[in-house]
């Protein structure tokens, strides 16, 4: 008697639903449907529409404007320059008018982890365009994190982070 070989399949991955919290990052999550003989089913209590009766188009664009208050865009200057390790240089860092938050942008050496320069609060629509840093460094390059946190504008809660390599030179 010849034994069948059974084929076994892993989970089938059936849908794709991006949550959005609210100032806070898109995550995503995987259901998964499966039955002993690992064949897909569609459920018997599922039925054609969308919830509370939105038609597709205005879930498009309540996903979207889900998607848009997460986003934060975040600039500056990767290859910023200082005339020496206690003069001001070149950070342009900006708040896109765009974001919906405040932020703060703390840069810190990748080698050491020292914090070499931490701003105040900066507002959507403004921009540091020059600063010195808060640590003398002494004549070099140093590879640096740009860490932007985002806070909620009426309370001023952290609502999330972004990060940017950066090279810091100090020229004498």
């Known amino acids: 008697m010849k034994k069948r070989r059974q084929k076994k399949f892993p989970l089938l991955p059936v849908l794709l639903i991006c949550i959005i919290l609210t100032g806070a990052a898109a995550g995503g999550v995987w259901f998964y449907v499966t039955s002993g003989s690992g064949e897909f089913r569609f459920d018997t209590a599922a039925v054609n529409g969308n919830l509370e009766g939105l038609s597709e188009q205005e879930l498009r664009e309540l996903m979207q404007n889900k998607v848009d208050e997460s986003m934060?865009?975040?600039?500056?200057?990767?290859s910023p320059e200082f005339p020496d390790g206690k003069s001001k240089g070149t950070l342009r860092i900006e708040n896109s008018a765009g974001n919906r938050y405040n932020m703060t942008v703390k840069i810190s050496r990748d080698d050491t982890g020292e914090v070499v320069y931490?701003?105040?609060?900066?507002r959507p629509g403004q921009?540091?365009?020059e600063?010195?840093?808060?640590?003398?460094?002494?004549q070099g390059e140093y590879n640096?994190?740009?860490?932007?946190?985002?806070?909620?504008?009426?309370?001023?809660?952290?609502m999330g982070?972004?990060?940017?390599?950066?090279t810091i030179r100090v020229n004498r």
């Not at 931490?118 to 900066?122: D, K, L, V």
């Not at 600063?131 to 002494?138: G, P, S, T, V």
Request: charged share 20%; glycine share 2%.
């Open 161 to 166: 982070e972004a990060a940017a390599k950066i």
């Open 144 to 158: 640096c994190t740009a860490t932007f946190t985002a806070y909620e504008t009426e309370k001023n809660t952290a």
């Open 127 to 129: 921009m540091i365009e």
């Open 131 to 138: 600063d010195a840093l808060d640590a003398a460094l002494d």
């Open 118 to 122: 931490q701003s105040a609060g900066i």
């Open 72 to 78: 934060l865009a975040i600039s500056i200057n990767t």
